[in-house]
T-cell receptor, first 114, second 113 residues
Framework: NAGVTQTPKFQVLKTGQSMTLQCAQD?????MSWYRQDPGMGLRLIHY???????DQGEVPNGYNVSRSTTEDFPLRLLSAAPSQTSVYFC?????????????FGPGTRLTVL | DQQVKQNSPSLSVQEGRISILNCDYT??????FLWYKKYPAEGPTFLIS???IKDKNEDGRFTVFLNKSAKHLSLHIVPSQPGDSAVYFC????????????WGAGTKLIIKP
């Protein structure tokens, strides 16, 4: 099993550009989520999904869109990149949304917006 | 306003000694707490957890203690090994908040030979 994979590992964007961060998992997990990690702060939840076709907002959703057309994939779209979105982005999955279930994380995407 | 705080950005411990990582929280509705470990260029991995109905949970060299009255938890690693050098995150959730995790900023643990 590859677990949770994320692409790309690194990305540099100019302000105003759009892009999609890819996330895939091969564990047949229903729950998937996106976090961002900024220096001196904990991970913050951007969006999450409890199953294909169902998404919801987390703590910091502004400027990001998600969709979940399959169980395996959960892409994160930046509509118009801003310097404030410079961060490390982690995708995670678990068998359910309950915190009692371990979340498995991808290796992260380091995004810089100039 | 951080609901989960890890006040020590870094901690240096001699190999073989005990490492104690601390975490404080402000939300009394939190009822489940987790520790994750993160190596550079990797995502966090789950380490150990504790429910609010307990005050201690052990898993091998790792023990988590919960003091609900003080809103404080700690992770003990005994004995500390070089492979324990990593960033440790404390996270908490409340059952009435869709189980969304609130994370601390992390503590970088350095194990010295």
């Amino acid at each position: 099993n590859a677990g949770v994979t994320q692409t790309p590992k690194f990305q540099v964007l100019k302000t105003g550009q759009s892009m999609t961060l890819q996330c895939a998992q091969d564990m047949n997990h229903e729950y998937m989520s996106w976090y961002r990690q900024d220096p001196g702060m904990g991970l913050r939840l951007i969006h999450y999904s409890v199953g294909a076709g169902i998404t919801d907002q987390g703590e910091v959703p502004n400027g990001y869109n998600v969709s979940r057309s399959t169980t395996e994939d959960f892409p994160l779209r930046l509509l118009s990149a801003a310097p404030s979105q410079t961060s490390v982005y982690f995708c995670a999955s678990s068998s359910s949304g309950s915190s009692y279930n371990e979340q498995f994380f991808g290796p992260g995407t380091r995004l810089t917006v100039l | 306003d951080q609901q989960v705080k890890q006040n020590s950005p870094s901690l240096s411990v001699q190999e073989g000694r005990i490492s104690i990582l601390n975490c404080d929280y402000t939300n009394s509705m939190f009822d489940y707490f987790l520790w994750y470990k993160k190596y550079p260029a990797e995502g966090p991995t789950f380490l150990i957890s504790i429910s609010s109905i307990k005050d201690k949970n052990e898993d091998g060299r790792f023990t988590v203690f919960l003091n609900k009255s003080a809103k404080h938890l700690s992770l003990h690693i005994v004995p500390s090994q070089p492979g324990d050098s990593a960033v440790y995150f404390c996270a908490a959730s409340a059952s009435d908040s869709n189980y969304q995790l609130i994370w601390g900023a992390g503590t970088k643990l350095i194990i010295k030979p």
